[in-house]
């Protein structure tokens, strides 16, 4: 049976105010963000790949952990220990599709643990093919000087340094046709006044794309980054936008709706494929229409 949803299938009405402590569980969402187990179609275009995701439990990670799987790959997910709710229905839906999931908790703060984290993948999956870096912090804030160090801290820590020292180790694993994808953002071209400590970080991301894509093409391996728009994910009920804003969430964007993270599995199920042999540093939106240059 095709399940596959057309576009005019997303959800596209407005959200209810809902509130949970960060990093937050996707499936106390209302309504509960669809990350492709029913509406993702695989055609085996990643065949005995090992991917390791972060943020793989929910949201935009869950989403291209979900579609790995249905091409064929095998997984190794990363997420905050508080999250194991989420994560274990990734894992069983995962299993169900007759692929491996090796479940990696850890706090991307923790020195340390992104390093650990790689090895651990690299082992358990025996090698290492694609490395998908999508965790990240979102706190709001309106005022600079309101900003705390902690949350500067710990935005930093985990949407840039965290990503530096996973792409170290993962190149002691990765080889020729390795691909490392980032998640980076709208945020990281056109910066909002509420999220000036995320949106500097994003824009990191899309600078280390660039600069490791001259870096490591001489070894075959390329670097992308995804710059989604407004998804309906966890991130951002759990402090990544104030209340207010979240019953009109996307609905601003050219396609008048939050997008939904099964949305962009395509895009991340390209850039690890051996189809995008060609591609390398450059930044892909995701955004509903809102141009990211
Ligand atoms: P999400 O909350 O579902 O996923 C974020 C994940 O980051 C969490 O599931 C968690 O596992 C991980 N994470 C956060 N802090 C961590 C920590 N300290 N240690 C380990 N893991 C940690 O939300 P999402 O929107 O799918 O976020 C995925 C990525 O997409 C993020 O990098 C985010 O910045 C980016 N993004 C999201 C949007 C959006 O509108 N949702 C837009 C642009 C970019
Ligand atoms: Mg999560």
């Not at 790995?68 to 069983?92: C, R, S, T």
């Not at 093919?129 to 309106?142: H, S």
């Amino acid at each position: 049976m095709n399940n596959k949803k057309t576009a005019s299938h997303y959800y596209k009405g407005k959200f209810e105010k809902q509130l949970q402590k960060y990093p937050g569980l996707q499936s106390k969402m209302t309504p509960i963000p669809d990350t492709g187990e029913k509406t993702y179609q695989g055609s085996d275009k990643l065949i005995r790949k090992k991917a390791l995701v972060t943020g793989g439990d929910s949201g935009i990670g869950r989403a291209a952990a979900i579609a790995y799987a249905k091409e064929g790959a095998d997984l190794a997910i990363n997420y905050h220990p508080d999250e194991e709710q989420d994560a274990q229905e990734v894992k069983a839906f995962i299993e169900k599709e007759g692929r491996l999931c090796v479940l990696l908790p850890g706090d991307l703060r923790e020195e340390g643990f992104a390093k650990k984290m790689v090895t651990r993948a690299a082992e358990a999956l025996g090698g290492l093919d694609v490395l998908v870096l999508n965790a990240g912090i979102q706190q709001y804030e309106f005022d600079i000087q309101n900003l705390t160090s902690e949350q500067l801290h710990d935005t930093f820590e985990v949407n840039v340094f965290s990503v530096v020292y996973a792409i170290q180790e993962a190149l002691n694993y990765l080889s020729e046709g390795g691909s490392i994808i980032l998640t980076s953002s709208i945020q990281g071209v056109k910066p909002s006044a509420h999220l000036v400590d995320y949106a500097m970080t994003k824009s990191c991301e899309i600078s280390l794309t660039k600069s490791l894509a001259a870096q490591l093409g001489g070894k075959g391996i390329r670097i992308n980054a995804v710059a989604p728009g407004p998804i309906w994910t966890a991130l951002q009920i759990c402090g990544g936008q104030p209340q207010d804003s979240i019953p009109e969430f996307g609905q601003n964007q050219p396609l008048k709706r939050a997008g939904q993270p099964a949305e962009l599995a395509s895009v991340y199920v390209l850039l690890a494929s051996d189809e995008a042999s060609y591609i390398t540093g450059q930044v892909y939106g995701v955004t509903g229409g809102a141009p990211i240059n």
